[in-house]
Each structure stands twice: as C-alpha cells, then as structure tokens.
C-alpha cells in the first residue's frame, strides 16, 4: 500500500522510501523530502519547532535525534540484521511516520475529529457552577496495589470556599510546615471541616476521629504516613508550572495504586477547573516557517490533552502531554456525580504515549504507551471485570 497521508502521499521520494532500501533516508540528505520528515516529527512531538527550523530541508543532528528518538518510542527495529533502533528512515519508518499522520488527519475518512467516540459522556461547555460546594458524597476508590483504605464516607459541607490562612488555629509544625504553604492551607480547610465518621484527609486522620490540634495534625505527616506526605509534595511540583493546585479545596484522602499515586479532592470550583484544564489543551499555535510545518496542517503546542477513552468514571479526564515517563491525570467530576465522587488527580508513574489534535488525544501505540499500560494492567483487568459482571 502506497504512502497515503496528506502530508506524504504526493512526494516521490518518499513513496520510493517505502519500497526500496536504495532510497532510505540517511543524515546528511537534503531537500523537500526532509522537510516533510521533519513536519511529521514536529507534530508527533519528537522534533522541536525551533530545531525544525533551523535545519529545515537538511537532515541534521537534531533531525537525526528525533528520528532515532522516534524509532525507539515505536521500537522500529528490523530484526532481520539489527538489535536497536537506527537513525536512518527506511521501509517501516517511513511506513509508521505516514500511519500516525494519518490517523491525525482522521484516518479514512480524511478528516480532522475533534472529538472521538468514549466510554462516557462529556460535561457540558463551562457554565456558571451548577453545584455549591461540598455537599454529601463518597470518594470513588483508589487504584488497588496501595495500602488498605478504609469504607469511603460521605464528603463534608464547606461553608466558605475561600483559602485560610495556615496560622488561623495554631501554627503547624514539621513536617506539615515545611509542605508548600497552598497545600498547608488545603490541609487546613480539611482539618476545619473534618467530623467523625467522615472520610476526609486520609490517611493522616481516620475516619472515626474529628478536627486534630495543629501539632498533633503536623505530627502525622511523618512516620508511618511519610509516603503520602511525599505524594502531596510529587503533586504540587508536577502542578506548578500549570497552577493547578490552586484548585483543591478539600483533601478527601490520599492514595498509592497500581502504576499511579494521587489524591481525591473537592474544588473550589467545579466549571472553573474545567474550563482551565480545556485551555490547557489548545496553546498557542507556533507560526512557523511554512516551508518546515506547511500551513495546512495546524500545529498546537498543547500542554495536555482530552481523554476521548476514560476509564476514571464520570468524570472528564486530561493526560499531561509528556515524550517519556510519568504524567499528571487530572479527572474532574462530570456535573450528574458532583458532591458524590470527588475529583481524581494523580501522577501515572507512565504515561500513556499521546498526540494531541485540536486538544483531544489521539491514541498511537508506542513503547510509552505499552509501558503505561503494563503498569495500570492489574488495575484495568479488576475494572474490565466490574463492568462485565454489571453488564452480564
């Protein structure tokens, strides 16, 4: 089958790519072929813009880079002669590069989808919060694998929505004082609003207990709960660079699961969240050259993406767009579930191998994406059964 994507399909030198091993292409070749090469590597997020356009048309060390960069994510190897990725295209690079611009393109139908068909439903475009916050609710569980969670209780009715300041009811000690001060006041606002029998700022007060003095409050964060102090830390320093955490209202608890670690929380403001994780989805378009990225094919530096496929429940979920390793997943609590299931947001200790087209992601499957699926696998195989006995 012929090259068939829009951005390849009409050069011939690309076309010869595919079929002859005499025109694989090699570092140091130049011309619109290369151009092209390095379109795709740019919209793939393997290539970067600024390195694209200074060597735009040559195949040069960045180039060069990429391509192997991109053949190891997709563990282009051939196994008849060689043992690891090279740097050069050739047959089942050219092969792979021209499938993934085309499913970006839409596939067979030749255009562009901006949404995808899911699991779930979608909330609505961002209005007015339709929910007060808090309200009666049971946080869903965590990803199993972690230590033992008590039975979910009902989440708290908060009367102000507005962050208090850490030294209201006495000053924390370490080693709460020494978590940033936005998490120290989250953790207050938990505190304030925690009664007996509610579920809320676990594990570092149980179920059965109330509001804990300052110090002995400071005091759980060590010892036998130093791993979800850690959690708290991992997640607002992977939250910074796009202000996230100023969204968690109350802490409901704090877990480690099967290939991820995170928190259920209630936000200020549901719609609000939403809206910024959608803005963070579609960035600034980057004017490129059109010689490197052509025009017809708009390139979006996006900073998540939309899950089209959720698995989290009803909830709207987005991926931290990342080339490797963990990833924050941020799940906000469709507006049918608000006040029942709290917002979910962890790290995946892998993230799932995404592009991202008009914000939504487009699921390509590379080393990054299989690696993300060994570590949650026990997790989706419990879930897959929960859902057959359900539908059975």
Known sequence: MPLRSRLFADNAALQSCLVSNAAHIAPGARGEHVTLIQSALVR?????????????????????????????????????????????????????????????????????????????????????????????????????????????GPAPSVKSSAPTSAGDAG?????????PPDVQAAVRRSNDAKKPDVLLLYPFIAKHEGPLPAAELSARFGGGNAGATQILRDLHKRMKPFDIWKNVRIIVNVYTGTGSRGLFCEPFDHAAFLAQMRALTTGPSIGL???????????????????????????????????????????????????????????????????????????IVNGQTVEHLKTVGPWLAKEAQKWFRKVL
């Open 44 to 152: 793939l997020r393997v290539l970067d813009p600024i390195d694209a356009a200074g060597e735009a048309g040559v195949y040069g060390p960045k180039t060069t880079a990429a391509v192997l960069a991109y053949k190891r994510a997709f563990r282009i190897i051939n196994r008849s002669y060689q043992t690891q990725a090279d740097n050069i295209v050739g047959k089942m690079t050219i092969a792979s590069l021209d499938h993934a611009i085309w499913m970006l393109d839409g596939g067979a139908s030749g255009v562009r989808r901006t949404s995808l068909p899911g699991l779930h439903p979608a909330s609505p475009p961002a209005t007015a919060e339709s929910f007060g916050p808090g309200g009666k609710g049971s946080p869903a569980k965590p990803k199993p694998g972690g230590p033992a969670k008590p039975a979910p």
């Open 289 to 363: 050259d059109p010689n490197v990225v052509p025009l017809s094919i708009p390139l979006v530096d996006s900073k998540f993406c939309r899950d089209a496929f959720n698995v989290h429940g009803p909830r709207d979920s987005f991926r931290e767009m990342v080339k490797q390793g963990a990833g924050l997943h941020i799940c906000i609590t469709q507006p049918g579930k608000r006040g029942i299931e709290p917002c979910d947001l962890h790290i995946d200790d892998v993230q799932q191998g995404q592009v991202c087209s008009q914000g939504v992601c487009i699921p």
């Open 171 to 179: 000053a924390f000690g370490p080693p709460l004082s020494d978590l």
